[in-house]
């Protein structure tokens, strides 16, 4: 039982030294210096903080911080929203009645992105959705401050079709089906009346 509390004891006086060093080290304002300084670490050692926002620290160029989505490219295949661990991504799609236009690498649009919201609270910034996307139109930006009050703010929706649209296209789509159904029976029944 003593023995314990003179490890504890020694334990929490190692802590609080090195705070303590930490403290009192410097309190001066951290140079910032670019990643790819060979002196970096060094240069960042001597301070206690940066003087955020005026000062930031330099965003390495692999960094993984907020997802931004290029609705234009989106061929809305739904691999981002399947390959998401934590199911960040909500996508629904409408598919058209015809060819709606192409992406920006050529891809053919066939179907309408009638909801696209990602869930920043929700995302583990692991960039999977950003690999498995075929006309890479959902990419992770330097971005990494999006500061909200709200926690529903950090749902970002990328669709710009409006409700009244979406409404619209489904419409469309069924009536072409209805129309394709109607003409596949007439189709079977002629030919039964024709053997």
């Given at each position: 039982?003593?023995k314990?509390?003179i490890?504890?004891?020694?334990?929490?006086?190692k802590?609080?030294?090195?705070?303590?060093?930490?403290?009192?080290?410097?309190?001066?304002?951290?140079e910032?210096?670019?990643?790819?300084d060979?002196?970096?670490?060094?240069?960042?050692?001597?301070?206690?903080?940066?003087?955020?926002?005026?000062?930031?620290?330099?965003?390495?160029?692999?960094g993984?911080?907020?997802?931004?989505?290029?609705?234009?490219?989106?061929?809305v295949?739904?691999?981002?929203?399947?390959?998401?661990p934590?199911?960040?991504?909500?996508i629904?799609?409408?598919?058209?009645?015809?060819?709606?236009?192409?992406?920006?690498?050529?891809?053919?649009?066939?179907?309408?992105?009638?909801?696209?919201?990602?869930?920043?609270a929700?995302?583990?910034?692991?960039?999977?959705?950003?690999?498995?996307?075929?006309?890479?139109?959902?990419?992770m930006?330097?971005q990494?401050d999006?500061?909200?009050?709200e926690?529903?703010?950090?749902?970002?929706?990328?669709?710009?079709?409006?409700?009244?649209?979406?409404?619209?296209?489904?419409m469309?789509?069924?009536?072409q089906?209805?129309?394709?159904?109607?003409a596949k029976?007439?189709?079977?029944?002629?030919k039964?009346?024709?053997?």
């Amino acid at each position: 039982m003593i023995k314990r509390t003179i490890n504890g004891l020694i334990t929490a006086w190692k802590g609080l030294s090195l705070t303590i060093k930490h403290l009192f080290k410097s309190n001066s304002k951290r140079e910032i210096v670019s990643i790819t300084d060979d002196n970096y670490f060094k240069k960042q050692g001597n301070t206690n903080t940066i003087q955020y926002p005026k000062q930031q620290l330099p965003i390495p160029e692999v960094g993984r911080y907020q997802l931004e989505v290029e609705i234009d490219d989106c061929i809305v295949c739904d691999l981002c929203a399947k390959v998401c661990p934590v199911d960040c991504i909500d996508i629904e799609s409408i598919k058209a009645t015809e060819v709606i236009g192409q992406t920006s690498d050529g891809s053919k649009k066939m179907l309408y992105a009638a909801k696209f919201d990602i869930d920043m609270a929700k995302c583990m910034y692991c960039g999977l959705c950003t690999i498995v996307c075929p006309t890479e139109c959902i990419v992770m930006t330097n971005q990494y401050d999006r500061t909200v009050f709200e926690l529903k703010d950090l749902t970002y929706e990328f669709s710009d079709m409006s409700p009244e649209d979406a409404a619209e296209k489904r419409m469309l789509l069924e009536k072409q089906q209805a129309e394709k159904q109607a003409a596949k029976l007439a189709a079977m029944k002629q030919k039964e009346g024709g053997a």
